[in-house]
């Protein structure tokens, strides 16, 4: 379902009042034929109010994530493809890896209101109530060996934990590698998945699952102690489709940098936001390492101090050490 | 099409001349039903004569990539999957991709006949004319990260020459990463891709082609000084099927010794047949790099020396200075 400028949508907007019969006649249609749309954009989430001898009269956009209200806050400058929209999926993964195996260009995004199999990290499942979060995926083609797509999911949890900064008075923390946490609790987290030859990458999908207005009863038992949302967070609800536009604009932004210097370059703003710095952490691996976080390095590698020296880590699952109270304490 | 064990075959196979009527009542069928039967196996390339009176007898085994013929070769330890024949497909990798995709089991492999869409790394494409050569695709689950994918192929280069090796009196030579030569011509190539999450692989498709039986009138005109098969170098044809088992054989074992000690425990092996050692070449790059080979080393990278000191290269392609001359007089 690829969805263009709605020319009904275009009349309404911004307009007050405006009778059936000034509508059809501007949309070369019959009074009946704007009837049904204005019935098929009610199902996409617009609020419109009809009254006999008015007209019609926009109330309140759609909350859906639909490409024209996510465009009103994106303006990309690389990441031009096409904003792809469905109401129910599988994963928007799945889907943005299939159009990108047939071509589709960097920057093709995929962003859906539910999905039936989102996935997480390592084979979990991603949980994806109807509605009321973010699910997006997006295709990136960096002239980059696999070994360095590691760096690049760092650049997408940093434009993730900067767009939530960017609405309203959050304080994200970064959990290394690209976690996103609020209060101690995740909030956002991020699958990147790529297809390649073997010193060759072919595409990257960088999928991004960001808790917007889920309530607590829409995680399931087990996650409430450890998930939140902007909306938990925050108190309010958060617009979506805004919220996806600055997600957008600063992933844009942030992977232009990485392009520009690398992610050196993006370092420090990394660090600024990374909730892990001088938290007493445990790395699985065999044998474990347990130290505490000095910071990552210029190619992302988080530094470990552990019995006066630091490792680099370059992958691996983050315990932390004290639960979640050393986040949740977070550097605000 | 999965080809399972053919009952007709094996009540001719070794044991001369079959009556119709005796074939019909061990099988189970009208003498009508044999004769059908044995039509399909000769268009699966297998030579039955019938006669009058006497019956049928096989006298020629098919020479096409049969799952069944090449099990006659192959007894594998690890790569367990099942075979999986096309007479014509767009590509082996493609096919593979979508199996693994859908949950196909580590060794799982595709055989065919002819390639319409043949890929070679770095996007080219790969000449596959039909029922002469061998196009195949393994998947891989190794439980490694990407980074450590590009050792992988070197695994499957060793395997294709040490399998040349196996058949006749050759002496393949490895061009690093996995390119076979014999004579300094290209015989085989391999095509490694893979689906990962950022720092974990969840299949590897390993593409390889050997071009057995073509003559130098399958090759285009700009590849036939560049180009040979195990036919043109050892001059008479190759059981296609015999090898192939002989190949995936190769593949098992060394991947057994790779899973146990990595890439260090096949080392000496590929630095007997690696054709690069003394040679000087250029790896491309900005700036390219010039110097004389010196080896590998245990994570597979090519060890370079320049100007007195050794440069390891993860990456590149490499040219000969020499054109292929130093490759042709080979170290054998």
New interface residues.
Partial sequence: MKEGRDDLLAALEGRGWQSGAAIAASLGVSRAAVWKRVERLRERGYGIEAVAGRGYRLVRDSDLLLPDAIRKHYRPTLLRGEIVHRTTIDSTNRLAAELARAGAEEGTTVVAEQQTAGRG??GRTWVSPASVNLYASIVLRPGI???D??R??LVAGLAVAEAIRDSGSFAPRIKW?NDVLLGGRKVAGV??????????V?FVIVGIGVNLNAARADFPPELRRKATSLAIAGGTPVARAAFTGRLLTRLDAAWATFLEGGFAALRHRYDELHGLVGVAVTIDGAPPLAGTVRGVDDGGALLVEAEGTIRRV??GEVTLRDTYRALRRGRA
């Fill in positions: 990290r390592l060996p696999p070994l797509v590691p690049l999911t590698p699958l990147t998945e790529l297809e390649a030859e073997a010193d060759r072919r370059v992958s």
